[in-house]
């Protein structure tokens, strides 16, 4: 057997779990937010030209930072939908071995 009974425990475990909504949740928002980050970054350069700020602004380490967060969120969301992929998978297994087991019982 591919997929066990008891490993269902684990998959319905996995797939009532909410942190992969947060992890997403909190992904979107900082990726939203980049927007705003680099607004306030150009804000604050004296360059003449918006070309000069937001190359400035994009250069700063507040601007780099942000971005390493999001790149973290988007990780950890990433692996949560894989998570929940994968226990999603494993359940179609167990769900089709089980009806191909009826269906050869029905058969003897």
Do not use: P
């Amino acid at each position: 057997m591919l997929v066990s009974d008891d490993d269902m425990h684990d998959v319905l475990a996995v797939l009532g779990d909410e942190s992969g909504a947060a992890h997403r949740a909190a992904h979107e928002y900082l990726d939203a937010l980049t927007k705003t980050v680099l607004a306030e970054l150009m804000g604050e350069s004296d360059a003449k030209s918006a070309t000069e700020r937001e190359q400035w602004a994009r250069a700063q380490t507040r601007f780099k930072e942000h971005l390493a967060k999001v790149g973290a969120q988007a990780k950890a969301d990433y692996i949560s939908r894989q998570r929940y992929a994968a226990a999603n998978a494993k359940m179609e297994v167990w769900r089709t071995q089980n009806a191909n087991n009826r269906a050869t019982e029905r058969v003897r």
